[in-house]
């Protein structure tokens, strides 16, 4: 925890009156998988998407190798280039190919020629074994396969940092695999990443470090064997008892 | 029965249990009378509606003189070829006006749709000018543009009625287009947004790479529905003297005091809509099946 990457002090957000963050802490070291947990409507998603400033918060700090992500030398897409993020709904862009999907943040954002986005995305897709899903539009794919695109869409523009949130929450059971298997992969290579998920077994399996969130506090982190066999807040103990007892534990 | 076959399947039985498995149902076939019996009973009902809407009029005291004076073949033959000339000019107007509406409608949508303190002018001004021109009657613009502005000698701009008559239509129809495409930009989901943003687009390159393409795929029936719509009200212009299919026919009629002109008129009106109003119900057709694939 030397190399800090993520830095996120006093954090405070409203949604009208109702407090949805309340003065959360938390550090993520670089290479560092960190796993929110918690019951819906617990601040999990709404922090995640204040780390790369797609929501606003109140009060606080977030920064990004301790820079305020909200300082102006990050420029207007300095923060988006650095922190790649993941959604539910995959949010693939319909009416475009896979290919067209990740290269329009390189080539129009970022600058890279066409031919070189192409044959960088081409790569990549390689890598996850998408490779012959390129010209493939969203509507052709499996959810599974959906939301792998999604990811390879967030790496090609060479983040630091992934956020996940609830990737396989919208996806059928057997498709659940194949994604998840991606993000370990991610894992191996050394990605920082902050996750969003419901899906226990593999937050105990991949998190270095797992964060219970209640009422928009940290109410209770540590490694996942820790959390998860001898957890000591009771709301961690009661959350974890509903969890096991529908069977996703 | 059925589960053991299956299981059996499974394991890659062979024929003999490929034979066992039950057919597929046959595809229900319609009797010849429940074929016939529903499409004979429409046209007979259409048959009746408007064989007797025509038994009516023709069997009408006065209605010799009216067929002699609306539905003469020989008057119809003779205005004809002016009458198409004049036609001629509707299309062209239509044309015209279509690309201005949609170019004038698109701005105007993203002129609303952005977002920020800078931009509120624009806002401002969007919502004035929709609730102007959608309250004022396109009759009503067609005269005072057509008559007044050319009576301004404006410097430098045409001063014929025709170009201040289809410039009316592109201002009155553009605000109904306006409203149409921000409805197709507001339909594009939220996420879309929100991944645009997260990729580092800008509000400008959000909208013409993720949202727009999206929006008027969207509106795309809706549009062809006003498209039928302006096809006929290009007609208004024969108000202010141009001399589209209407006004041709009205000079028919002054001169000979023959109104099978005006129908003759009509019917190539006719001719034009139908096929436009089939072709915006198929696409619009199409469209929901690739809704419901989306949804699927």
Known sequence: ???????????????????????VDLDVGRHEVVCLIGASGSGKSTLLRCINGLTEFDHGTISLDGVSIEDPSWGRNGIYRRIGIVFQSYNLFPHMSVMENITLAPIQVHGVPASEAMAKGRELLDAFGMGRFANAYPEQLSGGQQQRVAIVRALATHPQVLLLDEVTAALDPELVGEVLAVIRRLKAEGMTMVIVTHEMGFARDVADRVCFLDGGRILEQGPPKALFSAPENPRTQKFLQRIIEAGRL | MT???SVQDSKGGGPVEEARRPLPPARKKASAAER?????????MVGLVFGGVIYAVTSAEQWPRIARQFFDLNAMAISFPKVLAGFWLNIQVWVVCLFGIMAWGLVLALFRSLSGPWFAPLRVFTVVYIDL????????????????????NLPGLPNS??????????????????????????AVHDGQWAASRALGLSQWQTMRFAILPQAIRNVVPVLLNLAVALQKDVALLSVIGVRDAVR?????????????????AALLFLVATIPLARLTDYIARKDRKRRLQGVL
Not at chain 1, 1 to 23: E, F, H
Not at chain 2, 248 to 256: G, P, V
């Open chain 1, 1 to 23: 925890m030397t190399d800090r990457c993520i830095s996120i002090s006093g954090v405070t957000k409203y949604y009208g009156n109702v407090l949805v963050l309340d003065d």
């Open chain 2, 3 to 5: 589960v053991e076959v």
């Open chain 2, 36 to 44: 016939y019996v529903p499409a004979a009973i429409s046209i007979l």
């Open chain 2, 133 to 152: 021109f959608r309250g004022l009657p396109v009759l009503l613009l067609v005269l005072i543009f057509g008559f007044g502005i050319p009576a301004l």
């Open chain 2, 161 to 186: 009625a025709l170009f201040w008559g289809a410039t009316a239509m592109i201002i009155s129809y553009a605000a109904y287009s306006a409203e149409i495409f921000r409805s197709g930009i507001e």
């Open chain 2, 248 to 264: 041709e026919a009205q000079i028919y009629t002054a001169q000979t005091f023959n109104y099978s002109s005006l129908i003759a």
